[in-house]
């Protein structure tokens, strides 16, 4: 089927390797942060998510760091597998709803490949 | 967590033609919210559809061509309205649950 993010930036990494996937927000009133996985023809999965009162949050394989100072996010997968290969949006909660989860405003998206 | 799912999946229509998309929840939500997402880029919100009121639409989008309904708590439709080829994109709904937003699988229109 059709796959999203065919015009979106792609990172290629090999297996096994450590992915970097950046994020840049413009937002400074944003407090909540997300990201998501999309794989061909699914809607965005959750991954992991981090509250603007952290610099840093571990999940499994994965780890979400924020620098609030210039308004980056990044999304770091250790050991990366193919089954990481999709397209990783992140998303931002807008402030109007402290701490919440609605109304997401979501970044232009990065498409990992992961080559064997 | 939540199964959300959505009717159609997939869809090809005419130009002037209207679709409405359902999207069905297996528990009881406050929030529902439907994104658009065009091809090849990122997922922009359409409007927030709370049960008993009015949806809330974003900058650039309005009821009369994409109206929304929010008859219960587990169940949203939303209607694309007079199509052209621009709406041709994947429609998402999402509901909110704790702090985590959970999506649909989409439903992928093209508007010949």
């Known amino acids: ?116 | 967590s939540a199964v959300i799912s959505q009717k159609p999946s997939r869809d090809i229509c005419q130009r002037g033609t209207s679709l409405t998309i359902q999207c069905q929840v297996d528990s009881q939500v406050t929030m529902m919210f439907w994104y658009r997402q065009q091809p090849g880029q990122s997922l922009t919100l359409i409007a927030t559809a709370n049960q008993g009121s009015e949806a809330t639409y974003e900058s650039g989008f309005v009821i009369d061509k994409f109206p929304i309904s929010r008859p219960n708590l587990t169940f949203s439709t939303l209607t694309v309205s007079n199509m052209s080829p621009e709406d041709s994109s994947i429609y998402l709904c999402s509901v909110t649950i704790g702090r985590e937003q959970f999506f649909g699988p989409g439903t992928r229109l093209t508007v010949l």
């Open chain 1, 1 to 116: 089927g059709e796959s999203v993010g065919l015009h979106l930036p792609t990172l290629s990494v090999q297996e096994g390797d450590n992915s970097i996937i950046n994020c840049a927000y413009s937002n400074s009133a944003s407090d909540y942060f997300i990201w998501y996985k999309q794989e061909s023809g699914k809607g965005p999965q959750f991954i992991i998510d981090i509250r603007s009162n952290m610099d840093k949050r571990q999940g499994q394989r994965v780890t979400v760091l924020l620098n609030k100072t210039v308004k980056h996010l990044s999304l770091q997968i250790a050991a990366t597998q193919p089954g990481d290969s999709a397209v990783y949006f992140c998303a931002e909660n807008d402030g109007s709803d402290t701490g919440t989860a609605s109304k997401l405003t979501f970044g232009t998206g990065t498409r990992l490949q992961v080559t064997l």
